[in-house]
């Protein structure tokens, strides 16, 4: 099974600044890249997701960028909100269907007043 | 809020014992996927039940044993509990299969074996 490398593991971000979170994959079935969010005792709910022939996608405050030659895919959450503070994970489908994922390890986000 | 629900929310075993997981889709789903997710890492793929079948697995031994009913409701089985299956599991559902099927979760059971 691949391994899915996720970067910074920890993230301190005063509110209004730019939050930036890494991924790295080995392989995927297919593009498509989702971003989820996780409060503490919640199950991790979908933030943001790009799918094939696109390189960014960008909704409100947040934006994939996604390299394809590099096997990178990024979140940028850009003016940094106290409510953005969770951990967040990036998944990459192992199969044919976006809904069997490969999960990364996780960024606990902390954004400070 | 999904409409993804899970039972019990807690639960405290010893290790040896089995444990039952249940999971209620969300409406007009017929696909559910179980996750355990050990503390302080990223969820991890047990396996997935499209209309009452397996349909995918990932790398958990057979004592790890799911089933799916008509009305798309699921159980994850757990037999002869070890302290390593202290986690949270989670489940989550969707609708059909392919590129276009978001995965929402429910928020979880937190299973500890002592």
């Known amino acids: 099974q691949q391994q899915v490398k996720q970067s910074p593991q920890s993230l301190i971000v005063q509110k209004g600044g730019i939050s930036i979170i890494n991924c790295a994959y080995e392989n995927t079935a297919f593009d498509y890249f989702p971003w989820y969010q996780q409060f503490p005792g919640k199950g991790p709910a979908l933030l943001i997701a790009i799918r094939p022939d696109v390189s960014e996608k960008k909704e409100g405050r947040f934006t994939i960028s996604f390299n394809k030659s590099a096997k990178q895919f990024s979140l940028h959450i850009m003016d940094s909100q106290p409510g953005d503070s969770a951990t967040h994970f990036c998944?990459?489908?192992?199969?044919?269907?976006?809904?069997?994922?490969?999960f990364g390890t996780g960024t606990r986000l902390q954004v400070t007043l | 809020e999904t409409g993804v629900t899970q039972s019990p929310t807690h639960l405290i075993k010893t290790r040896g014992q089995q444990v039952t997981l249940r999971c209620s889709s969300q409406s007009g789903h017929n696909t559910v996927s179980w996750y355990q997710q050990a503390l302080g890492q990223g969820p991890q793929f047990i396996f997935q039940y499209y209309r009452e079948e397996e349909n995918g697995r990932g790398n958990f031994p057979p004592r790890f044993s799911g089933l799916q009913f008509p009305n798309y409701s699921s159980e994850l089985n757990v037999n002869a509990l070890e302290l390593d299956d202290s986690a949270l599991y989670l489940c989550a559902s969707s609708d059909g299969q392919g590129l276009n099927t978001e995965a929402f979760f429910g928020q979880g059971t937190r299973l500890t074996v002592v």
């Open positions: 998944a990459v489908p192992n199969t044919g269907t976006a809904s069997k994922l490969t």
